[in-house]
C-alpha cells in the first residue's frame, strides 16, 4: 500500500489522514504529534490538494478491514455489557495501543494505574466470549487484555 502512495507523492499516513478529511461525516480529528516530523507530515498532507482516487479509498478500506482487530473503536457499550464481571475493556485495550501501537510505554502506564481496583484481577476471570462475538472489530479481547494485564500490571 505505501508504494502506491509514494508513487503520488504522499505517505500510507497522510493518505489515512486525507480520507478522512475527505470524508463529510466526520468533523474533526484528534491526531497526536510529537515531534517536528510529524507535524510537518501533517501539514504537508493538509497542504496537497491532490484527491485521492477510487482506488486509493478502495486500498484504504481493505487496510482497515485487515487491520480491524488491532483496532479498538472504543464502542465500551457493546463489550462491556457483554462480561458478567466489570472489566473496562476498552480502557484496557486502549492502553494496549499506547504500548504496542505508538510504543508509549509511560502513557500506557500512566492509564493502567488508574484503572479501578479489582480490574485486573476480573480480566484473568471473566469469560469474552459473548464480548468476541459481537465486537464489530472481531478483536480477540480476552487474549489481547490478559497480554496487556501480563505486560503492564
Ligand atoms: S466492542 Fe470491540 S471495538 Fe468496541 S470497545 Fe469493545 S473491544 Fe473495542
Redesign the pocket.
Known amino acids: 500500500m505505501t508504494e502506491n502512495f509514494l508513487k503520488k507523492d504522499y505517505t500510507a499516513e497522510q493518505a489515512k489522514l486525507k480520507v478522512v478529511w475527505e470524508n463529510p461525516h466526520i468533523a474533526s480529528i484528534c491526531s497526536a504529534m510529537p515531534n517536528m516530523t510529524i507535524l510537518q507530515a501533517n501539514i504537508d498532507a493538509a497542504l496537497n490538494k491532490q484527491r485521492l482516487s477510487e482506488n486509493d479509498r478502495q486500498r484504504l478500506e481493505q487496510y482497515a478491514q485487515e487491520t480491524a482487530p488491532g ?10 455489557s ?1 462480561v458478567d464481571l466489570d472489566v473496562p ?2 480502557d484496557i ?1 486502549r492502553c494496549s495501543m499506547y504500548a504496542h501501537g505508538y510504543g508509549s510505554r509511560d502513557m500506557a502506564l500512566s492509564l493502567f494505574n488508574t484503572l479501578p481496583a479489582g480490574a485486573q484481577e476480573n480480566v484473568f476471570k471473566a469469560d469474552y466470549s459473548k ?1 468476541e462475538k ?6 480477540q ?1 480476552g487474549r489481547v487484555l490478559k497480554r496487556a494485564c501480563e505486560d503492564l500490571g
Open positions: 483496532y479498538c473503536a472504543g464502542c465500551a457499550h457493546i463489550c462491556e457483554a475493556i476498552s485495550l464480548a459481537s465486537c464489530p472489530q472481531k478483536i479481547i
